[in-house]
C-alpha cells in the first residue's frame, strides 16, 4: 500500500521554528518529486515547497528564506524546516509525491498524506 505519512505539526509561537517530516512507505520516493503544500480555513490549497528526485528545489515566495526542503533517499523521508513562523502560516501541511518532476498545481500529484495541523499562536 503507498502511503505517505507526515509528522511534526504542532502549536508554536509566532517567531518560533517547526520541522515537518514525510515518511513514504510502499514505494521508494528516490524517484518521485515531493511537494510541500498547505490548507488555511477557507483558503485553497497551495504549493509550498517542492523538490525533484535530482533534488532540484522550488519555494514560493511567501516562504524563501524561511522554509527549507531536504530528502534523505535512506530514510525514504523529506523534511520541511520552517523558521521565523507567523500566524499566516497556520494551516494544515501536506506532502505529496509525483514522478520525478515538481509540478506546481496539486491536482498533478499521484499520492498525498493526511497533513499535519500547524498552529501559530501566541
Known amino acids: 500500500q503507498l502511503q505517505l505519512v507526515e509528522s511534526g505539526g504542532g502549536l508554536v509561537q509566532p517567531g518560533g521554528s517547526l520541522r515537518l517530516s514525510c515518511v513514504a512507505s510502499g514505494f521508494t520516493l528516490e524517484n518521485y518529486a515531493i511537494g510541500w503544500f498547505r490548507q488555511a480555513p477557507g483558503k485553497e490549497r497551495e504549493r509550498v515547497s517542492c523538490?525533484?528526485?535530482?533534488?532540484?528545489?522550488f519555494y514560493e515566495d511567501p516562504v524563501k528564506g524561511r522554509f527549507a526542503i531536504s530528502r534523505d533517499n535512506a530514510e525514504n523521508t523529506v523534511y520541511l524546516q520552517m523558521h521565523s513562523l507567523s500566524p499566516e502560516n497556520t494551516a494544515v501541511y501536506y506532502c505529496?509525491?509525483?514522478?520525478?518532476?515538481?509540478?506546481?498545481?496539486?491536482?498533478?500529484?499521484?499520492?498525498w498524506g493526511q497533513g499535519t495541523q500547524v498552529t501559530v499562536s501566541s
Open positions: 505529496a509525491a509525483v514522478w520525478y518532476g515538481c509540478h506546481y498545481y496539486a491536482d498533478d500529484y499521484d499520492y
Open positions: 523538490i525533484s528526485s535530482d533534488g532540484t528545489i
